[in-house]
């Protein structure tokens, strides 16, 4: 497989992430958060397992480190994605896209209380990033801020976590178990606090087949598995910026088939936002 071809899937994983917000913001029509969440998780879970099932991969769900490694990042995954489709019913696909991808600059930014320096172009990217999240969540100069995006903000903030987490815990797990088990228990943690808040009809579930088979299915079984695949041709830093696409196609995705619009103040924050993401990826000496 070469770098090319590589690249190609990451940038298909970034699509089907990025399109995801709009099968989310369908979905909250129709089913509550936690269901939501424990649904599109669990049908996530069994795609994955079912896919290393038949390439022969030997899974050890069990282990001591690997149920510990996989119910950290399951606690941190469920925080995040319940904020997150809490605060899509208030806002936009694509405005919920900008703002969860803060967490490509928040993850560098995280590591400089973890002992590690931080480049110019980060802190110029976090310059840019955060003065576009003002533009795009602030509705005017001095006004508030939208309930759903401050949501998805936090959100932005224990993502960022979990991929610090995940980082940490594969020094000692491996990819697969950790990422089964972080599934499995987001999914389990999303039923049990559906149980006690959230009701649930059939017509619901009905009407919300196929933003979860989207959002199950397609985001989170087949894309983790074709982020795994490309980022092994695909330099780190190369595959981050790719990746990070998947706010733009937040936008296109509501813009064609949700019909969302944006103002130009927003349009100009998400310019700024994109930009601040891509820059603060780059290992390069900045002159200031």
Same mark, same amino acid.
């Given at each position: 497989?070469?770098? @090319? ?5 990451? +940038? $298909?994983?970034? /699509?089907?992430?990025?399109? =995801?917000?709009? %099968?989310?913001? #369908? *979905? ?73 991808? @803060? ?5 560098? +930014? $995280?590591?400089? /209380?973890?002992?590690?320096? =931080?480049?110019? %172009?980060?802190? #110029? *990217? ?163």
């Amino acid at each position: 497989m070469n770098r @090319l071809f590589s690249q190609g899937l990451l +940038f $298909l994983t970034a /699509f089907i992430w990025g399109t =995801a917000f709009v %099968a989310q913001k #369908i *979905g909250a029509d129709f089913l509550q958060p936690f269901y939501y969440n424990g649904l599109r998780f669990a049908l996530g879970f069994l795609v994955l397992g079912i896919f290393y099932y038949f390439f022969g991969k030997k899974v050890n769900l069990f282990g001591k480190k690997n149920l510990i490694s996989g119910l950290v990042c399951g606690l941190l995954l469920f925080a995040g994605a319940s904020l997150q489709q809490m605060g899509i019913q208030y806002t936009t696909s694509g405005k919920a896209g900008f703002i969860t991808g @803060l967490y490509v600059i928040l993850v560098p +930014f $995280l590591g400089i /209380f973890l002992g590690k320096k =931080a480049s110019k %172009a980060m802190w #110029i *990217g976090c310059i840019l990033a955060f003065g576009g999240l003002y533009l795009l969540a602030v509705a005017d100069i001095g006004g508030k801020v939208n309930g759903g995006d401050f949501l998805i903000f936090l959100s932005a903030i224990f993502f960022t976590f979990h991929v610090v987490s995940i980082d940490l815990f594969l020094k000692s797990v491996d990819s697969l178990e950790l990422s089964l088990v972080q599934f499995a228990s987001c999914s389990l943690l999303s039923f049990i606090f559906a149980l006690f808040w959230e009701s649930v009809t059939f017509a619901g579930f009905r009407e919300c087949f196929w933003p979860l088979i989207y959002g199950g299915v397609l985001s989170v079984g087949v894309a983790y598995t074709l982020q795994i695949v490309g980022q092994k041709k695909v330099e780190p830093t190369a595959a981050a910026i790719i990746l990070s696409f998947e706010v733009v196609f937040a936008a296109v995705g509501g813009y064609f088939v949700l019909g969302e619009t944006i103002t130009l103040r927003e349009q100009i924050g998400c310019v700024f936002m994109l930009t601040g993401i891509v820059v603060s990826q780059f290992k390069v000496k900045i002159k200031v």
